[in-house]
């Protein structure tokens, strides 16, 4: 389909096609890829070497939590696209939904799959304060990062004047530290990057390189299958909230069965958080990164919603959804092809409809699903700074 058009048109010149012209401008604004990086101005640490070393050796350390057995790595598992195999996590105790991956997460507007944090940071203080996570706080954080030699040699080589700061600055440094290095986990560029990027320059000999099936799958995306409504831009992801008609429900045995408020609790935690962009600790009170956050209003409709998550590097990442609830890329795909549309009607978002893809449909779509991802060497990176801190402070 697209591929054919698109030859087609390339060859016998006649751009003006507005169906071909805007197949084409919706393709090419999947990208460029890697997109330029700025530092996050609420975070002073953001982009310093020192802070993103801090931060790798903090992401593995197991005694930032209660019981000493619980790192951000034992849930974000850099063999796994920085998530985990598990449907549901667990910390200290089960927790109602899946660990998202942490690749290109600095493109994010919104942290959590409710958004209940609203900087990269913050993100980080979350899991270390929550009884259900790691069970920390902030004075036992303080302490280790004072008391244990090596942390605190790190710590100085951030901030010489770390030894001013209170409790609370001390654990917001260690956030922001672990941010910095979060910050340095993108996603390389992918086959589709490169088509991408061959359609930008009309190179069709480059074109051509990218599997047919992918090509009809990119126009299900982009076209029929309405995707990109919400999957947009370079991150496939427009950084906002939907309801995909998933069930309301969290069920354990045992225990009554609850609903997971999404959006709607996400945004009473941001708006009550004082590590949001509001309070003390943002390094750009002025700047425009705290006008989201100014700004959001909880409506009913929030009720369900989630973060439309990005699709690069999926692949590492299963399974998938906010519980967890889908195996595999398959499930996911009959998912918005078989939709529920009476429990959509309630709430949903008048968008979605139930696709009824054929199976060679539902194997295009699964061709360009998967040429969002490329294998990375983000992990060994992570072990290559925590060797070079190792050997800078014992
Ligand atoms: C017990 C497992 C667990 C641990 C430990 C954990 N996380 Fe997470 N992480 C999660 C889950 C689950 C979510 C989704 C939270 C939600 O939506 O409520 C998440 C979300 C995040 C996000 C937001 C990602 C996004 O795309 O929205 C970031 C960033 C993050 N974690 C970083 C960290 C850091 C840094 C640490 C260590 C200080 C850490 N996590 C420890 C399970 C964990
Ligand atoms: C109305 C907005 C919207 C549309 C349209 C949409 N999605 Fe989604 N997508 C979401 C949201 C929101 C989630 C997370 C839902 C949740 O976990 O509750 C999601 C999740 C996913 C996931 C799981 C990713 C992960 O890491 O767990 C995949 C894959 C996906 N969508 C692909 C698609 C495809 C393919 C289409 C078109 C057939 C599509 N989406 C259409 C909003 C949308």
């Not at 071909?20 to 975070?43: K, Y």
């Not at 609370?168 to 530290?177: F, Q, T």
């Not at 299900?220 to 370079?234: D, E, N, P, S």
């Not at 956050?293 to 959804?321: C, D, I």
Request: charged content about 20%.
């Amino acid at each position: 389909m697209l591929v054919f058009t698109l030859l087609l048109t390339l060859s016998s010149g006649a751009w003006a096609d507005t169906d071909v012209s805007a197949q084409i401008s919706r393709t090419l604004s999947h990208g460029p890829w890697p997109p330029a990086a700025a530092p996050d101005p609420s975070n002073r640490l953001s982009g310093k070497p020192e802070a993103i070393r801090l931060g790798a050796v903090l992401f593995g350390e197991p005694r930032l939590s209660a019981n000493g057995g619980i790192s951000c790595q034992s849930c974000h598992q850099p063999q796994h696209g920085w998530s985990e195999p598990k449907a549901r996590s667990e910390g200290l105790h089960r927790l109602d939904r899946n660990t998202p991956g942490l690749l290109n997460a600095r493109l994010q507007r919104w942290f959590g799959w409710d958004g209940a944090n609203d900087s990269l940071w913050a993100a980080a203080i979350r899991p270390i304060l929550a009884a259900t996570e790691m069970g920390g706080s902030v004075a036992a954080t303080a302490r280790l990062l004072r008391e244990d030699r090596p942390l605190a040699c790190l710590v100085r080589r951030v901030d010489p004047a770390a030894a001013t700061l209170d409790d609370e600055g001390l654990l917001v440094l260690a956030a922001k530290a672990l941010a910095a290095f979060q910050e340095t986990l993108i996603s390389p560029r992918t086959p589709f990057d490169d088509y991408r990027d061959a359609l930008a320059a009309s190179d069709r000999a480059a074109m051509a390189r990218y599997p047919a099936s992918a090509q009809r799958g990119l126009a299900l995306f982009i076209g029929r299958g309405q995707c990109a409504t919400c999957h947009t831009g370079a991150n496939f992801s427009n950084g906002e909230f939907h309801d995909t008609g998933l069930p309301f429900f969290v069920s354990d045995p045992g225990q009554p069965r609850r609903v997971d408020p999404g959006r709607h609790g996400g945004i009473t935690q941001v708006l009550a958080s004082p590590f949001n962009l509001l309070g003390r600790h943002n390094d750009d009170p002025a700047g425009a990164a705290a006008i989201p956050v100014r700004h959001v209003v909880q409506l009913h409709r929030n009720w369900g919603e989630f973060k439309v998550p990005s699709l690069r590097g999926l692949m590492a990442t299963a399974p998938y959804m906010h519980d967890g609830s889908k195996p595999d890329l398959r499930h996911v795909i009959g998912h918005y092809s078989d939709l529920d549309e009476d429990r959509l009607h309630a709430d949903g978002e008048a968008i979605l409809k139930p696709l009824r893809l054929s199976d060679a449909e539902t194997g295009d779509l699964l061709a360009f699903l998967e040429s969002l991802s490329v294998p990375d060497d983000t992990a060994q990176r992570y072990e290559a700074l925590r060797h070079q801190a190792a050997s800078i402070c014992r």
